[in-house]
């Protein structure tokens, strides 16, 4: 199996990226980041935002898969709402391209990734790192993007996709 998966840490102000290629069961980092949304003065600027660096991203790297972590019932619903725009910008821009997405909780990606659904965020960054052998320290929503990359790596033989 040779697969290149783009992972999405959704967000309106920042969202994080990774992409990750599996080749024989062995993950290895190709790249990420984190775009800077918040630049943008107003949440149609940001998503539109969003949208022009996906595409970019999704040029760039051509990913056999996708996956994004889903929203996390944060702490209002006006927060949920507004990181369900910036979800479904990245769902119209993979789908445009029908490249298979595949979304994961947060306690699904961390349980993946350190084996626990319940890992700090310092766990999680720590095991993205030591999975793919990267040295130098990651940012929080480039790890997060990374890890839901990882995740979906973990569960592509469970789900019969190559």
């Excluded at 102000?13 to 949304?37: D, E, N, P, Q, Y």
């Excluded at 940001?46 to 970019?56: D, F, M, V, Y």
């Excluded at 790297?61 to 994004?68: G, L, M, S």
């Excluded at 944060?74 to 993979?94: D, E, I």
Aim: aromatic fraction near 4%; charge should be positive; charged fraction near 20%.
């Amino acid at each position: 199996m040779n697969t290149t998966i783009l992972g999405i840490d959704p967000g309106t102000r920042k969202t994080g990226w990774g992409v990750v290629r599996i080749t024989g069961g062995k993950s290895v980092f190709v790249a990420g980041g984190t775009l800077r949304l918040d630049r943008a003065p107003t949440l149609s600027h940001r998503l539109a935002l969003l949208a022009a660096e996906l595409e970019t991203l999704l040029d760039t790297h051509q990913p056999d898969h996708c996956a994004v972590e889903q929203v996390f019932h944060g702490k209002n619903a006006r927060s949920a709402l507004v990181l369900g725009h910036a979800r479904g910008v990245v769902l119209a821009m993979v789908g445009r391209r029908a490249i298979p997405i595949f979304e994961y909780s947060p306690s699904q990606v961390k349980q993946a990734v350190t084996g626990s659904g319940r890992a700090a965020k310092e766990q999680v960054n720590r095991m993205v790192r030591l999975l793919l052998a990267h040295q130098p320290p990651l940012a929080e929503d480039e790890a997060d993007a990374l890890a839901v990359a990882l995740a979906h790596g973990v569960a592509i033989p469970l789900l019969g996709k190559q």
